[in-house]
């Protein structure tokens, strides 16, 4: 389907009103009952799985293994984290490649990002029919969306589907957390261990965490004393949260905040929003998928692939090929309101130099800060809400279901923190440098360590013991973001120095377990047992990296998570790789196809 009639069947949806969301809890406790028990080692026995018995003799190895040191269950490969990553991760070395694999999940479930973000209003970014995977023409062709960008429960019975259709949950632990990961050099084999004292060893090792899955919860004094509830987005409580009646605090604007705040405003009886950073927001657009786009969309699965994959963000549109600068000030605002209308992440793509060019950018800047004093009724609100110290875009740009538009309720009001900031938690409520504001409960909508966080939080050691926080002090360095030097075996799916954050996930995701699964292949087919980045393969592509960032303007929001900079303390450097899906894949291809260059293989 000509990319052109989608969008013209998007324009209708924008037309139609916004359907309001509903709470992500609506449907959560009904996904997790659905969720079997969590399989334990020993419960799923594959062919080529051994226990190496070290207990007592007579000892049933594969049967009831007591979580004890003593005993090792062995893999091929242990996968880490059971979102989308590792669900086709596990199929594709699994059944493709017929390895003995085993994928530790920290949750009771699968889901990853998805299986812990259901705070209200959870949905995704990118539109349904593209957020998916592609691997399964019949997955593709079976799985009806409901609206044109998925809600969290939507994208829950979706994994839970897929890993039901493929077989993949017997062969993932749940409940389990890897605590800590070494690599043995005599025997070329990843030794893992778990909060529970459970202990694994596979050959390779890959890591499926998901770049946003690291909470940040801000250490504010007197935290601990605070009388009524608290609770972080990216941990909500699966039972849901109750905001009738209370006053409710909420943290943080970015995208997170921006969808949770229409809909705690809904049902609490004051809702305080905390910003440090005013943010731009572009609506969503998001309606009910008509029986006709789905049909549309069906029938030209293949084409809409090859866009996303071919794409600079993984996204199935392209990138206008007009300056904004070259435009006459009217055709430049008769083009932005046109992709006002059609809402979401394509406004970006208005113009090919808004991530490029200064000038370009602040057209689209000051478009939508028009657009804010628009809706805000408040003139004062609106100034408040208005971002001024970022281009539009060079921080990961939100989308909305009337947040601006919340501001006009009675009962919700904006603190700014960025001018009277935080300084103490209290057993009643919030202080800033300003004054209290009583609270019965506060939302941390405060974002995460992310892409490094989830991955230090394993303790890593490679060769001679060496610690993956020691070998990133100074920011992640990859090679390709797909292994780091030192640490043979170890591949981290949509690792910082990749695309990921900046593309469409799942097709980010397929293009690194493609390529994994076939670098596995390779050593395999020719008998190769070890795969290492060479340093210096690294670290000019942490230079390349480096330099992608630096041809746009996404290092210069100095507030921005693509550069650590919403965790105290963490490295200033610009973690994904800027330089587009399609080309890095290029690199990707290229690099296999030169026989792994850059990477010492061995026996
Ligand atoms: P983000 O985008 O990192 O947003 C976190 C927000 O929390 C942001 O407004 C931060 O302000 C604010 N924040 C963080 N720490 C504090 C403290 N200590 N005090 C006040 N405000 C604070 O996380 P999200 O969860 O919204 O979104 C993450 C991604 O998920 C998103 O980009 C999409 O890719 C999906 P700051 O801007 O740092 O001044």
């Known amino acids: 389907m000509a990319i052109t009639e989608l969008m013209r069947l998007w324009g209708q949806h924008a037309a139609k009103k916004a359907q309001p969301a509903r709470t992500a809890l609506d449907h959560a406790d009904a996904i997790d009952s659905t969720s079997p028990p969590a399989n334990r080692p020993g419960e799923t026995r594959r062919k080529r799985l051994t226990w190496r018995q070290r207990g007592p003799e007579g000892t049933m190895p594969d049967m009831q293994a007591p979580k004890t040191p003593e005993y090792t269950a062995e893999y091929d490969a242990i996968i880490v984290g059971a979102g989308f990553s590792g669900l086709y ?33 959870a949905r995704c970014d990118s539109e349904s029919y593209y957020y998916s995977y592609s691997f399964s023409k019949e997955l593709e062709q079976e799985w009806e969306w409901s609206e044109r960008y998925p809600e969290q429960p939507e994208i829950m019975r979706y994994l839970n589907h897929a890993a ?59 935290l601990e004393s605070f009388a009524g509830e608290w609770h972080h987005t990216g941990r909500w409580p699966h ?12 943290v943080g604007t970015g995208s997170t905040g921006i969808q949770a705040t229409p809909v705690i405003a809904r049902d609490a009886r004051h809702l305080t929003v905390f910003q440090r950073t005013a943010n731009y927001s572009i609506p969503a657009r998001n309606g009910p998928m008509s029986a006709e786009a789905r049909a549309e969309i069906k029938r030209n699965y293949a084409a809409i692939r090859e866009k996303s994959r071919g794409s600079t963000n993984g996204h199935p549109w392209d990138i206008s090929a007009a300056s904004a ?59 408040l809400l208005t971002p001024r ?9 939100p989308i909305d279901t009337e947040y601006f538009e919340t501001f006009n309720r009675d009962n919700v009001s904006l603190v700014d923190v960025r001018a009277h900031p935080i300084e103490a938690i209290s057993r009643d409520g919030l202080r800033t440098t300003e004054g209290e504001h009583k609270l019965d409960m506060i939302v941390f909508a405060t ?23 020691e070998a990133w002090t100074a920011g992640p360095r990859t090679y390709l973001g797909l292994q780091v030097a030192g640490f043979p075996n170890l591949f981290t799916i949509t690792g910082p120095g990749s695309p990921s954050v900046l593309c469409n996930m799942p097709t980010a995701i397929e293009q690194h377990v493609d390529w994994i699964t076939d670098c596995i292949r390779h050593l395999r ?19 390349q990296v480096n330099e992608a960032a630096h041809a746009t303007l996404l290092p210069t929001a100095a507030s921005s998570w693509y550069l650590g900079a ?13 330089g587009g899906l399609a080309r890095y894949a290029g690199i990707c291809r290229e690099v296999a196809a030169n026989g792994y260059e850059g990477f010492v293989l061995g026996r």
């Open 389 to 397: 110290d970022h281009g539009f875009a060079t921080k990961r740009p």
């Open 89 to 121: 991760q596990l199929h594709a070395l699994r059944d493709r490649l017929g390895l003995s694999v085993r994928v530790l999940e920290a949750g009771d479930g699968v889901g990853g990002t998805w299986y812990w973000n259901r705070y209200p209003g």
């Open 239 to 250: 039972g849901g949260v109750d905001f009738r009646g209370k006053r409710v605090g909420l």
């Open 525 to 543: 087919d020719h008998r190769l047992a070890r795969i290492e980045a060479r340093a210096e393969a690294a670290e000019r592509w942490v230079a």
């Open 325 to 383: 600068l070259d435009a006459g000030p009217e055709e430049r605002m008769a083009l932005y309101e046109d992709a006002w209308k059609v809402g979401g992440l394509r406004f970006r793509a208005a113009f090919k130099d808004l991530l490029s060019h200064p000038e370009a950018n602040e057209t689209a800047s000051e478009f939508i800060r028009g657009k804010i004093r628009e809706v805000v009724h408040d003139p004062a609100t609106a100034e």
């Open 447 to 469: 974002g995460f360590d992310a892409m490094t966080g989830p991955l230090l939080a394993m303790d890593i050691r490679g060769r001679g013991g060496a610690a993956l926080a």
């Open 566 to 578: 919403n965790v105290p303390g963490k490295p200033r450097v610009f973690m994904p790789y800027a």
């Open 164 to 222: 039901e259709r493929f077989g993949l949950k017997r062969d993932i632990q749940f409940g389990t957390r890897v605590t800590h990961a070494a690599f043995d050099e005599a025997a070329g084999r990843w030794q893992v261990a778990t909060e529970a004292g459970e202990r694994f060893s596979a050959q390779f090792l890959i890591t499926a965490v998901g770049c946003l899955s690291s909470t940040n919860v801000p250490k504010i004094p007197g």
